[in-house]
């Protein structure tokens, strides 16, 4: 295989003149060039990634950190960034964590090592890493994306959803279906993405007139498995309820599998609602009914944004996401009797 050595003595010129061509950097006389060029292409010469990597001063690939790799909500944001690098010339490289154990260190040791392999950006979706922690990595930090999380000294550099709002429109999809007994199954404390939905979705029901201290609540761990253990333990409480809403589709799913097996209804008896709209939602017995996060829009605005940072390109950026409601079969209008009170949406 020819190397840059190679080109250069065929061409008769010193290696850092047939570099420079290579590279685009640097000024080489037109005649000179032609020659460098005509040995490139006699020798089929191709740089290596090291070599590109050495001319360039750029690695060309853009780091990405995950806290878990497994499930339905990744896979999609991990294939629009690998696909959006790939028709530009990029690539990707791929850091996660374990799911369990001490998530703030485990972010780190991801972006650590994502900056030894070189990498001239990096992607973070973890609600873990602190102001403090970002600080740390010195110049690293003005190439640092971070999605689906707000950290206010670097606002600029965060892309999410605004959960708040979608947390009033689960709530709002359901009220409007005159649901009055509710059930909720929500993700752990430690995601304030989370949270915020959660407690927008309590404070809808509360203005609505809904006691939130009839409302069945469960704290999970976004998984299928959450999902089916929260269900159990909420049939198994005999609280009664018409309308479910689970914090993400996975738990959804995972609930909807265990109302078939013991026979309830959806949506006959009791509606289910979920969260995010991922793939997993498009397939479900009964298919799900969930509040749309635009999760691929927030993922290319904030790669385009890092790539024009990194790379000086002119990508467009946006930071407005509207979330909306995609209806499938889980969500029905309230078993009769359940219609004391109208709904009124503002």
Same mark, same amino acid.
């Given at each position: 295989m020819a190397t840059i050595k190679d080109v250069a003595r065929?061409?008769?010129?010193?290696?850092?003149?047939?570099?420079?061509?290579?590279?685009?950097?640097?000024?080489?006389?037109?005649?000179? &060039?032609?020659?460098?060029?005509? &040995?490139?292409?006699?020798?089929?010469?191709?740089?290596?990634?090291?070599a590109r990597t050495l001319l360039s001063g750029s690695s060309q690939?853009?780091?990405?950190?995950?806290?878990?790799?497994k499930g339905t909500f990744y896979t999609p944001?991990?294939?629009?960034?690998?696909t959006e690098l790939r028709t530009n010339g990029r690539h990707m490289v791929l850091a996660f964590g374990r799911g369990e154990g001490d998530a703030r260190e485990q972010a780190m040791e991801g972006v650590e090592?994502?900056?030894?392999?070189?990498?001239?950006?990096?992607?973070?979706?973890?609600?873990?890493?602190?102001?403090?922690?970002?600080?740390?990595?010195? &110049?690293?930090?003005?190439?640092?994306?971070?999605?689906?999380?707000?950290?206010?000294a670097m606002a600029d550099q965060c892309f999410q959803a605004d959960h708040s709002r979608a947390g009033i429109l689960a709530a709002q999809t359901l009220l409007q279906f005159r649901h009055r007994k509710y059930a909720v199954i929500s993700g752990p404390d430690s995601a304030p993405d989370n949270v915020e939905r959660i407690d927008a979705f309590m404070g809808?029901?509360?203005?609505?007139?809904?006691d939130p201290n009839a409302v069945w609540t469960l704290k999970s761990d976004f998984s299928p498995e959450g999902g089916w253990a929260a269900?159990?333990?909420?049939?198994?409480?005999?609280?009664?309820?018409?309308?479910?809403?689970?914090?993400?589709?996975?738990?959804?799913?995972?609930?909807?599998?265990?109302?078939?097996?013991?026979?309830?209804?959806?949506?006959?008896?009791?509606?289910?609602?979920?969260?995010?709209?991922?793939? &997993?939602a498009e397939y479900s017995a009964p298919r799900l009914t969930s509040v749309h996060i635009p999760w691929r829009d927030i993922t290319l605005s904030g790669l385009h944004w890092l790539l024009n940072r990194c790379y000086g390109t002119s990508y467009s950026v946006v930071r407005e996401f509207p979330i909306s409601v995609t209806w499938r079969a889980s969500v029905a209008m309230s078993p009769a009797g359940d219609t004391d009170?109208?709904?009124q949406q503002v």
């Open positions: 065929l061409a008769q010129v010193g290696v850092g003149t047939a570099s420079r061509v290579v590279s685009g950097k640097g000024s080489v006389a037109p005649a000179t &060039a032609q020659r460098i060029r005509q &040995a490139i292409e006699e020798l089929n010469f191709k740089p290596s990634h090291a690939m853009i780091g990405v950190y995950i806290p878990l790799l944001i991990l294939q629009t960034i690998d090592f994502l900056i030894d392999r070189g990498c001239d950006g990096l992607v973070v979706m973890s609600s873990a890493l602190r102001e403090e922690d970002v600080a740390s990595l010195g &110049a690293k930090q003005q190439h640092l994306l971070i999605l689906n999380h707000r950290l206010d809808e029901l509360v203005r609505q007139g809904i269900a159990r333990a909420l049939v198994n409480s005999g609280h009664a309820f018409t309308a479910l809403f689970c914090a993400n589709d996975e738990m959804a799913v995972g609930a909807l599998s265990y109302f078939q097996q013991v026979g309830i209804s959806v949506p006959g008896q009791v509606s289910v609602l979920g969260y995010d709209n991922t793939h &997993a009170k109208n709904y």
